[in-house]
């Protein structure tokens, strides 16, 4: 079965100390790897997608990677406009357009 | 930049009422969606729509779910009769085709959702 796991649950960061979201992921044939960036009572806001293993996409303090099990987001010198539930989602083939997302990272950062 | 519209932002309905959800996706995309997230769980997804029929759906998608797409703009989520545990976001997205080639760099845009509260 197609499943997406997240790692932590939880984030608290000080302002600028940098960290890392994780992102494992069992799909027999990834379509493509998905992030995204919720704020309470909104709707997903999409930041990446990823292909292939060893690629890696870049967006202001964010960076996305992806190995043939797991993506990480890089968050570097975060500031507390970066709160937010960090959302990873996986497409497998098999002829499917759905997302298949993982729980989430609730991540705070403080000034 | 385009957006996914959601109406009604928050519906309170008695169980067993029907209530209709309404959505105007991005205009030139082809790919319509609905998904739910229970307070504190997972998106999942509920049904995909292409071509004017559903082309796929969830366990969780059964009889009491529509969905339609009545004009050129609205694709609409019906729940025939409303259940408790059918409280939660319902959120729509949209997303055009892959037409092949180098991968755009396309994700699927969700709409601000709209909470549907059953008592």
């Known amino acids: 079965e197609d499943q997406v796991t997240q790692s932590p649950e939880a984030l608290r960061l000080q302002e600028g100390e940098s960290s890392s979201l994780n992102c494992s992921y069992t799909?027999?044939?990834?379509?493509?790897l998905f992030w995204y960036r919720q704020d309470p009572g909104k709707g997903p806001e999409f930041l990446f997608t990823?292909?292939?293993a060893g690629e890696e996409k870049e967006k202001e303090r964010l960076k996305a990677t992806l190995t043939k099990k797991e993506s990480f987001l890089h968050i570097t010198a975060p500031k507390p406009e970066d709160s937010a539930t960090y959302l990873c989602a996986v497409q497998a083939p098999r002829n499917t357009d759905k997302l298949i997302f993982g729980t989430g990272t609730r991540l705070q950062v403080f000034p | 930049e385009p957006e996914v519209t959601q109406t009604p932002s928050h519906q309170v309905t008695q169980m067993g009422q029907e209530v209709i959800l309404r959505c105007v996706p991005i205009s030139n995309h082809l790919y319509f969606y609905w998904y739910r997230q229970i307070l504190g769980q997972k998106v999942e997804f509920l049904v995909s729509?292409?071509?004017?029929?559903?082309?796929?759906k969830s366990e969780i998608f059964d009889d009491q779910f529509s969905v339609e797409r009545p004009d050129g703009s609205n694709f609409t989520l019906k729940i025939r009769s409303t259940k408790l545990e059918d409280s939660a976001m319902y959120f729509c997205?949209?997303?055009?085709?892959?037409?092949?080639?180098?991968?755009?760099?396309?994700?699927?845009?969700f709409g601000s959702g709209t909470r549907l509260t059953v008592v």
């Open positions: 799909v027999s044939g990834l379509r493509g």
């Open positions: 729509f292409y071509n004017n029929e559903i082309s796929e």
């Open positions: 990823l292909y292939s």
């Open positions: 997205a949209s997303s055009t085709p892959w037409s092949g080639g180098s991968p755009p760099n396309y994700g699927y845009t």
